[in-house]
């Protein structure tokens, strides 16, 4: 199957400071990418679905400015937590899919702890 | 508006005994329907899916599904449950025209011995 990966699997980072996660389509061109997250013990809340080239759709009540998307490319999607605090630790994933009406395939995640 | 039901949190099964694990949704047209698994800390395999076509389906690790359209379920079963088994699983439903894909809370399974 297609792959898709995540860089980092974790970071640290303090508060106040910005943290970038990238997720790669390896082997495939990902016209859609998909940001979630997900809290301990919970489930995978969606973020934003970003389209190449255009910007990111933003679910309700996730903060545009804070939570910064790019998608540049077919094969890479930018994720940057803007002046990040301690409630932004949480693991990050996204997918990626080729096409409408197609399977997305998931990253490992990220896992964000901020200190 | 797409919505992911699991109505189990947790289940404990016995390793070697079967295993039933709840997924109801709700979407306006024909649903695309996965089921995931995730281990702690790690990110999601998925098990199996459903497009269209026949509406029991196979995946991975001996692991089905039944799509019913008439209950708007789609349940995952598996015969005879190992202790490896033992992880989050998540219910998932998409649909056509580009539609994001929404999860379930998803249910914990346990394995005793």
């Known amino acids: 199957g297609a792959v898709v990966s995540q860089h980092p699997s974790w970071v640290i980072c303090k508060s106040g400071t910005s943290v970038k996660i990238e997720c790669r389509s390896l082997d495939f061109q990902a016209t859609t990418m998909f940001w979630y997250r997900q809290f301990p013990k919970q489930s995978l809340m969606l973020m934003a679905t970003?389209?190449?080239?255009?910007?990111?759709?933003?679910e309700q009540g996730v903060e545009k400015d804070k939570f910064l998307i790019n998608h540049a490319s077919l094969t890479l999607s930018t994720l940057t937590v803007t002046s990040a605090h301690p409630e932004d630790s949480s693991f990050y994933i996204c997918?990626?899919?080729?096409?409408?009406?197609?399977?997305?395939?998931f990253g490992q995640g990220t896992r964000l702890t901020v200190v | 508006a797409q919505s992911v039901t699991q109505p189990d949190i947790h289940i404990t099964v016995s390793e070697g005994a079967s295993l039933e694990l709840r997924c109801n949704y709700s979407y306006g047209a024909t649903p695309y329907l996965f089921w995931y698994v995730q281990s702690p800390g790690q990110g999601l395999q998925l098990l199996l899916k459903?497009?269209?076509?026949?509406?029991l389906v196979q995946g991975i690790k001996g692991f089905e599904a039944e799509f019913k359209r008439s209950q708007s379920s789609f349940n995952l079963r598996k015969p005879s449950v190992h202790w490896s088994d033992a992880a989050e699983y998540f219910c998932a439903v998409g649909g056509t025209g580009g539609f994001k894909t929404i999860f379930g809370a998803g249910t914990r399974l346990f394995v005793k011995a």
């Open positions: 459903y497009f269209s076509g026949d509406t």
């Open positions: 970003s389209n190449e080239g255009s910007k990111a759709t933003y």
């Open positions: 997918s990626a899919r080729m096409a409408p009406n197609t399977e997305a395939f």
